[in-house]
């Protein structure tokens, strides 16, 4: 899987002095922060799973080099393969957590948005709430797809146990994994598009409100 991109973090001085939504903006600023903050737990498990797939491939490219008459050493590695896999689920389960608590995080701030009362805010905040909504369903069919991929990964490790097997059978199941890595990579870059338009979009409605910000990355 791509590396998926993160929400940035925001730093504001507050100068809302004569604005009469400021207690609502301070708030729903804070909140915003909170859910960036929250998602650094989501962000540390992308360097993992990426380096654990690329294990994965290395294993698979030795398989492959060493023949399928070397039976032992064939299940020797993809025993090894099999066992990076479900290091990666581990990732997965600790990624789609970090975001679930994010996302909950995010819900706890919606209700603020609806304290807006001045219409150039709310033709700001309209976009950016929708935007991460979209965001998170996103990710939950790109979390799905990517159990789907492992699962095909974990047919081929088992396949490549099998005492005897055939070049044609590992074809085929490595030819059904590339079409679902190829959905997963779509809805990855979807996700990541989302990321960067609620990053502009939160941007935009700080700086409607007054806000002078400075730009962070997690």
Do not use: W
């Not at 001045?118 to 790109?142: D, F, H, I, W």
């Not at 590992?170 to 590339?178: C, G, L, M, S």
């Amino acid at each position: 899987m791509s590396i998926q991109k993160g929400l940035t973090l925001v730093v504001a001085c507050l100068l809302l002095a004569c604005c009469s939504q400021r207690e609502a903006v301070t708030s729903i600023y804070e909140g915003l922060e909170r859910v960036a903050s929250a998602e650094r737990a989501f962000e540390t498990e992308q360097e993992p799973l990426v380096l654990l797939e690329k294990k994965e491939k290395a294993l698979y490219e030795t398989i492959l080099s060493l023949g399928l008459h070397d039976t032992a050493k064939r299940q020797e590695l993809a025993i090894k393969a099999e066992e990076s896999l479900e290091e990666r689920e581990q990732h997965l389960m600790r990624e789609r957590s970090g975001l679930y608590e994010a996302k909950k995080t995010f819900a706890k701030v919606l209700p603020l948005f609806e304290e807006i009362e001045e219409n150039s805010l709310k033709g700001c905040a309209v976009p950016l709430t929708r935007t991460m909504q979209a965001r998170y369903g996103v990710y939950e069919q790109l979390y799905a797809q990517y159990e789907r991929a492992l699962q095909k990964d974990r047919e081929l490790y088992d396949l490549l146990q099998s005492d005897a097997i055939s070049f044609r059978q590992i074809q085929k199941q490595i030819e059904e994994i590339n079409r679902e890595y190829e959905q997963v990579l779509q809805l990855n870059r979807l996700f990541n598009n989302y990321t960067e338009q609620y990053n502009v979009k939160k941007e935009k409605f700080y700086k409607s409100a007054g806000l002078h910000i400075k730009r962070e990355r997690l």
